[in-house]
Each structure stands twice: as C-alpha cells, then as structure tokens.
C-alpha cells in the first residue's frame, strides 16, 4: 500500500545542510499516526548529498533516495519525484526546510476538504515571515509574481514556494504534461493545472529565509520571464499536450 503522504525533497549539492534536514523530518514524521514516506531526490549532486542520502536511508525506515546523473534541473527532478514516488499525496519540499515541515498541517485539511492541491504562500497577510529574504530578492519576488499573475495564473499571491501537496492522481495528470526542467516549473505546474481545471488553495504559512540559494537572479530570472511568456504564448492546447519540443 503507497503512503498515505510521500515527502519528495529535490536535492542538488547540498551535503552541507541536507542532514539536519533529514533528522528533523524524521522526527517529526515519527509522531504522526499516518503512513509517510521521505525520498531525496539527488539531481546529478557533484558532492556527497547521494550518499548522505543513502546513508540516512539505510538506518531510518521511511527514507529513500532517488538519484541520477547528470544534473537536469529542480523542476526535472520535482517532476520525477512527482510521477515515480508512491503516495497517496505527494509533498514537494525545498531541502532547506524554510517552510518548517509542521506547517503540513496547514495543507492537509484542504487536500481533506477535496481541494487537490494546497500551496504555501508568504505573501498573504496571516503568513508569518519569521526571517526575511535580502530586501532587493524580496522586491524581485514580488515584482515576478505579479507577471505570473498577469501572464498565467490570475489570483495566486505565490507561485514560487517550495512547499505544496498534491494528490497524486491529479500530480501525474498535471507532472506529465510539465516540460520546464529549471526554475519555471512551479508556475508551469500550476498553470496547467488551472488549464484542466483543478482547484488551488493558497495556504498561508510560517517561513524563514535559508541563505545558500542556488537561483541565480539575472540568469535564472531572465530565464523564468523568458519561460513564463513562453507558456502564455504556446495557448491551453499546446500546453496540455506537452509536446517535447517545448522542453527547457
């Protein structure tokens, strides 16, 4: 029987924080009554994160590693995280944890309510910003967000958060049509998944700023608008078929 909440934690070099992470989750998952489960998946890491990972894995029931090489990108490795791993829901996580891992329980009782996904969101008043992001990200964030609003998904404050739940019918019916491998597949997921008509919740959460990011704010910036424009363009027909040769 799948779990009944699989953790996928995308993963790329990041042996230097990866194992606090892991030993909170464990933690955690070990006082809840339902059945869970925790897989890293390693994005082509150059460092020890894979066998950190493995490690971790062989003495702590729950846990496991889904690793490949070479590197593909986060959204590549979110999107294999969200077809391969079994579980009746399905929660993407940033290894960071800036989004701490109780604040699920902010998101379930959503995904209870029969609405089949649930995002964490920082910008919605009740959120609690307990460590702010560097004022001129914080300023780019919201500038970006705002072109996701107007360009893609009309009413969802943020896109950007590494921390959502879906179902897993309705992760595969929208994963499998996603292309973007790099940082454009938070607002291609969900765009897609307006596209086939699923409801969204936007949670509001506690969340403090880890330093250590990996997004570069001018390339990967330029390269998110450019990904952004792209998928408005391309119109719900292109979209949802998921031709290959709109891959990142």
Known sequence: ????????????DEEARLTPTLERLAEYFGGQSYTWSVTVIDDGSKDSTAEIAARFAESHPGFGLLTYRP????GYAVRKGMLEVPGEL???SDADLAAPIEEVEKLLPAIERGIPIAIGSRPLKESRLEVRQPWFREMMGRAFNKAVQLF????????????KVFRKDVAVDVFSRCKLDRYGFDFES????????YEIAEIPIRWR???GS??????DGLRMLRDLVGLRLRGKKRRL????????
Not at 71 to 74: A, M, P, T, V
Not at 190 to 197: C, E, H, P, Y
Not at 241 to 248: I, L, P, Q, V
């Open 241 to 248: 078929a998921g031709r290959e040769d709109d891959a990142d």
């Open 71 to 74: 590197n593909r990108g986060k």
């Open 90 to 92: 399905i929660l993407f």
């Open 209 to 211: 700023h880890q330093e």
């Open 152 to 163: 893609a998904v009309r009413g969802l404050q943020d896109t950007q958060c590494g921390f």
């Open 214 to 219: 990996k997004v570069n704010l001018v390339r």
């Open 190 to 197: 969900l765009m897609i998944a307006r596209d086939l008509g």
């Open 1 to 12: 029987m799948p779990p009944r909440l699989a953790v996928i934690v995308p993963a790329y």
